[in-house]
C-alpha cells in the first residue's frame, strides 16, 4: 500500500520532534531549576545515601565543583540530543513536506545537512574506544 509508506515517514518525522520536544523541555527545566537536578548529582556522587558501611563507598566524591562539572555534561549532552533530532526533523519536514528542495534560493537542506553530519561524526568519533586494553 503506497500511501502507508507516506504515513509511516510522517510518523517517523513526528516521533523524532517529540523526542527533540521532551529532550528540550528537560534541558530547560534543567537550566530554569537548575538547583532541584543538582542536588540529585550531587548526592549521587556523594553516595552518601547507600547502605551504611557499603565496601565500595571509597568511589565518593565530595567535591563541589565535580557535582556542577557532571551536571553541567549531563544538560549538554542533552543539548546535543535535543539539537540533533531538531535537525532531523527540520530536514525531514522541510525537505519534505515544503519541498524545500525545490526551491534554488531558500534551500537549507544542505546547511542541515552538513551541521547533522558534523555532529554526528563527531559523536561518532568520540564513543570510539581510545585504543588502550579495556579488559
Known amino acids: 500500500m503506497p500511501g502507508g509508506t507516506v504515513y509511516t515517514r510522517y510518523s517517523k518525522v513526528v516521533l523524532v520532534w517529540a523526542v527533540a520536544f521532551y529532550v528540550s523541555l528537560v534541558v530547560f527545566n534543567n537550566l530554569a531549576d537548575y538547583g532541584s537536578n543538582y542536588e540529585f548529582v550531587a548526592h549521587v556522587l556523594r553516595m552518601d545515601t547507600v547502605f551504611l558501611h557499603n565496601r565500595d563507598s571509597w568511589r565518593a566524591i565530595d567535591t563541589h ?32 513536506w515544503f519541498l524545500m528542495w525545490q526551491s534554488k534560493i531558500w534551500n537549507g537542506q544542505q546547511a542541515a545537512f552538513r551541521l547533522l553530519v558534523i555532529l554526528g561524526f563527531t559523536l561518532l568519533y568520540l564513543t570510539q574506544p581510545d585504543g588502550v586494553d579495556q579488559a
Open 65 to 96: 565543583f565535580v557535582y556542577h562539572a557532571a551536571y553541567f555534561l549531563i544538560i549538554f549532552v542533552e543539548a546535543l540530543i535535543a539539537v540533533l533530532c531538531w535537525l532531523g526533523g527540520f530536514i525531514a519536514l522541510g525537505g519534505e
